[in-house]
């Protein structure tokens, strides 16, 4: 499950799963429909019997999981607002109750319909609400393990070791970077120095803290500006904000650092192996409640081929799927002489 947007670590109070997230309701839809599968298949005389039950099963199912799963998210985020959540038995109470209740009222919605049932024993109200309770004691039982197993300590513990392995190659760039500038340019120096301070303070701040879109960008120009001064004229840079302005930018909050390994992996793969100028574009949108990032950089197959650049960022992917499971993405293509890294994720929306 996806962690929670603070900057702090707080055990969650809650253990009904998080419905909202899209990640839970695939799962939930894709285990149910094929327990159901299952279960036809095992009653029927045959094959062909099997897939008709399962058909003819399918709208009750699909219409109880998808009111259960909706009812449960607005459930959780009611009670994420008390001060003083339920105590553990009474959520997991609530989960068995809800799923129970929607697919006893479906059922007996459905009842007059007989064209739907072909299988009087599985379809019947009460047979059909003890499968629902069934499964959503189950459910509930999975994901609260699930969620053990990214307890707060092991996820700490990974984030840290994600953001160690960008650390090193940044470092020893930058600090050759300010070194060549000490003695000829010392106010250059100083300023980049100041620059590369305030990234390694955020490299050491807790890798799951929340920041606005607008500071993350400022310390992707800091990178930038850093990297540079070691590579001149050879590296051009382009923003295209779109319909990003500055109120949007301003208020949306994003996990620090994710944008920055972005645009390291296009310098590290896109201008260094480069000897003619070239030039870094950085776009950066909404698409409904998506923020979209996405870095192009020249493509150098003989230097670099995808191979590398997937190595440099499945850190990146890594990180999503802890912090967002799978409402978050990273995809990367190569068309023609251009490589694109392509970064979407849903954004939380708070004060600046």
């Known amino acids: 499950m996806p962690l929670s947007s603070t900057s702090r670590v707080v055990p969650a109070p809650l253990v009904i799963p998080d419905c909202c997230n899209i990640g839970v309701v695939l799962r ?3 285990a149910l429909n094929a327990a159901s599968l299952v279960a036809s298949l095992v ?3 045959d094959l062909r019997a099997g897939c008709l ?3 003819d099963s399918s709208l009750l199912i699909e219409l109880a999981c998808l009111w259960s799963l909706f009812l ?10 008390r001060p003083v959540p339920p105590a553990f038995p009474v959520q997991r109470a609530l989960c068995v109750i809800v799923p129970a209740a929607v697919t006893a ?3 007996a919605g459905l009842a007059g319909t007989s064209w739907l049932y072909s299988n009087d024993r599985w379809h019947t109200v009460l047979g059909a609400t003890l499968a629902a309770a069934l499964a959503g004691m189950a459910a509930q039982h999975y994901f609260e393990l699930r969620a053990r197993a990214y307890s707060p300590t092991l996820v700490e513990a990974r984030l840290q070791a994600l953001q160690a392995r960008i650390r090193p190659h940044f470092l020893f760039n930058s600090l050759n970077a300010v070194l060549s500038l000490i003695r000829n340019e010392p106010r250059r120096a100083e300023s980049a120095l100041e620059d590369l301070a305030e990234l390694f303070r955020v490299l050491m701040s807790d890798p799951r803290s929340m920041t606005t879109l607008d500071e993350e960008l400022r310390l992707c120009r800091q990178y930038l500006s850093i990297e540079q001064i070691r590579l001149g004229a050879r590296m051009r840079v382009e923003w295209d904000m779109g319909e990003a302005d500055d109120a949007f930018l301003s208020q949306v909050r994003v996990p620090v650092l994710l944008i920055q390994p972005l645009l390291e992996n296009a310098v590290h793969y896109g201008v260094e192996p480069a000897v003619e100028p070239v030039t870094v574009r950085i776009q950066v949108g909404r698409a409904g409640d998506r923020l979209q990032v996405l870095v192009l950089n020249p493509y150098h197959g003989e230097h670099a081929g995808p191979a590398g650049n997937q190595i440099a960022l499945r850190n990146i992917r890594e990180r999503l799927e802890l912090l967002y499971d799978l409402e978050a993405e990273l995809k990367t293509a190569v068309n023609q002489d251009c490589f694109e890294a392509r970064l979407r994720l849903p954004y939380a929306k708070g004060m600046a």
């Open 105 to 107: 009222a479906l059922a």
């Open 28 to 30: 939930t839809v894709i």
């Open 43 to 45: 009653q029927a005389p």
């Open 53 to 55: 039950a399962f058909f």
């Open 72 to 81: 449960l998210c607005a459930l959780r985020r009611g009670l994420q607002r």
